[in-house]
């Protein structure tokens, strides 16, 4: 029986991504992740917010040319989310959509801005990106997703120095393992305890390395594919860093 043959007979395979900040995705890191989903065929797969960037409702200095195309970057979210579900037909898709602070950009802006339209459902990051129709189920009702009770993944709100920093912080506010997303780092904490083995993780990003509004960041893109023994608590995450638009994924070279 061959390694694959193994893992799909005993875990479900689950791949977390996040921090794609269409439309400022990284278009060879997308397309690694893009060709391993197709040919891998996973159980599930969890946009682990900031999918969407939501630059127009941004309260930073913009770009004046950018500040009307909110309705264009939507457009093209919805574009992106087809090809991913078309990709993944029998899969699980989940969008994490509470905690996530640009989708919350939204939510925030018309809380200020235009309280009066705040309840309105069309008005709703998964409404306006037609997740029912594509069968992707968003959350925002809680800000994690768990494994088995044992795995947490969040956005996550914490950013630190450096990397693996913030993973650190995240199971100490949380006291238990978890894999986060918004530092755009790749990182690793690991922590044994009366209790048994832990671990949190950084999750890396998707998007653009070089954007208008820094300088050179402490980036790193990347995504993980966590391993979860069907019946069973037990997981393990193996991170995929993408370098130079080059991954090594189970052993085979991706290129974007």
Request: aromatic share 10%; hydrophobic share 35%; with cysteine.
């Amino acid at each position: 029986m061959s390694l694959e043959q193994v893992i799909r007979k005993d875990y479900d395979v689950i791949i977390a991504a996040g921090d794609f900040h269409i439309p400022f995705e990284d278009k060879k890191a997308t397309s690694i992740l893009k060709q391993y989903l197709k040919e891998r065929q996973p159980d599930t797969l969890i946009f682990n917010g900031d999918f969407l960037d939501c630059y127009s409702l941004s309260k930073f200095t913009k770009d004046p040319s950018r500040i009307t195309q909110l309705q264009d970057d939507i457009n093209y979210a919805r574009k992106e989310l087809r090809q991913y579900r078309k990709l993944l037909p029998n899969a699980d898709i989940y969008y994490m959509i509470k905690g996530a602070n640009h989708e919350e950009r939204l939510q925030k802006y018309l809380w200020s801005k235009a309280p009066e339209l705040a309840k309105l459902e069309g008005l709703r990051i998964e409404k306006l990106l037609e997740l029912d129709e594509l069968g992707i189920k968003p959350i925002t009702d809680r800000i994690w997703i768990s494994l088995g009770n044992e795995l947490l993944i969040t956005h996550g709100d914490l950013v630190r120095k450096f990397s693996g920093y913030s993973a650190k912080g995240m199971f100490d506010k949380h006291g238990k393992s978890i894999l986060m997303n918004h530092t755009h780092r790749l990182g690793a904490h690991y922590h044994r305890n009366a209790t048994g083995m832990h671990a949190a993780f950084e999750n890396g990003c998707m998007c653009d390395l070089n954007p208008e509004y820094i300088f050179n960041p402490d980036w790193q893109q990347g995504f993980s594919i966590i391993y979860k023994k069907k019946g069973k608590n037990r997981f393990y995450v193996e991170q995929v860093p993408i370098i130079d638009g080059v991954a090594i994924i189970e052993g085979k070279e991706y290129r974007g």
